[in-house]
C-alpha cells in the first residue's frame, strides 16, 4: 500500500533536511507532503528549493495557524492509502516507520501509535512534561476505555478510510486529542510499538506550552461527549 507522510513544519531551518533524509532513506514513502505553517527562518526559502524533488510536495501556509492545521492541510492532500505524520524537530526516528506500518501491513491495526513510553531508547529528559503525558493518556483510558500508554504521541500511522467522512477542527497541539477521541468512539483497532524518543528541551527550541495541556484536558472532555 502506498505510504504518504505529512510532515508538518515552523521554523525548523536547522533540521528540515535531515528529517526529509532520513524519512527518504527508509525508501517506504511514495510522497512526502511537508507543510509549512508559516514559518519566519528561513525555512520557506529551503522548502521551496525541495519542492517537486524526490516525491516531495511543499505547501505553504501564508500565517502560522498550528500543528493541527499543518497536519489537517497534509491529509487532505495525502494520496496514499496509508497516512504517517512526522514531526520534523529530530525528536522522532523514521528508523521505526517499519515497525510501525508492521500491524497495518499485517492487517491486524487500522491505527498504529509510536509510544515513547513501552521500553524505547530514549533520551533523559523533561521530567514534568513526561508527568503531563501520562496524566492526559491516563485521562484518555478513563474516559474511552482503553489502554494506551502515549496518547500525545506525535507518531500516528493509519488507513485513509480512517479519516474519510471524519472532521478535524483542531488547529494547534490539541489535534492529538481530537483524533484519538474520535478515532476511539468509532473503534478503529488501535496498536502502540515502542519508539526511539530524542526529546528536545525548550532551550533547544520545543513548542509546546502549559496551556497546550489545558487545551487538551478540554478536547477530550468536549468530544467523549460532542462529535
Not at 478515532?183 to 502549559?210: A, C, M
Request: zero cysteines; a neutral charge.
Amino acid at each position: 500500500m502506498k505510504l504518504s507522510v505529512i510532515i508538518p513544519v515552523y521554523n525548523e531551518v536547522e533540521s528540515v533536511q535531515e528529517i526529509l533524509k532520513r524519512v527518504k532513506d527508509t525508501k517506504l514513502a511514495s510522497e512526502i507532503i511537508i507543510v509549512d505553517d508559516g514559518s519566519k527562518d528561513g525555512t520557506r526559502d529551503v522548502l521551496k528549493k525541495l519542492d517537486g524533488k524526490g516525491g516531495v510536495h511543499v505547501i505553504l501556509h501564508e500565517k502560522n495557524q498550528g500543528k493541527g492545521a499543518a497536519v489537517r492541510t497534509g491529509m487532505q492532500a495525502a494520496k496514499g492509502e496509508i497516512l504517517l505524520i512526522q514531526d520534523a524537530d529530530l525528536e522522532y526516528d523514521p528508523r521505526d516507520i517499519p515497525s510501525l506500518l508492521k500491524p497495518i501491513n499485517e492487517g491486524i491495526a487500522d491505527v498504529v501509535y509510536g509510544s515513547r513510553f513501552l521500553g524505547g531508547p530514549r533520551r533523559a529528559t523533561m521530567f514534568w512534561h513526561m508527568i503531563a503525558n501520562y496524566l492526559l493518556t491516563f485521562m484518555t483510558n478513563i474516559l474511552y476505555d482503553t489502554i494506551l500508554t502515549d496518547m500525545e504521541t506525535g507518531y500516528k500511522v493509519f488507513r485513509r478510510e480512517v479519516i474519510d467522512g471524519m472532521v478535524i477542527h483542531a488547529n494547534s497541539f490539541n489535534f492529538e486529542p481530537e483524533f484519538t477521541a474520535k478515532i476511539l468512539k468509532r473503534h478503529y483497532r488501535i496498536y502502540e510499538v515502542p519508539i526511539t524518543f530524542n526529546p528536545r528541551d525548550y532551550s533547544q527550541g520545543k513548542k509546546i506550552k502549559l496551556h497546550d495541556a489545558f487545551e487538551a484536558v478540554w478536547a477530550l472532555l468536549k468530544y467523549r461527549f460532542m462529535d
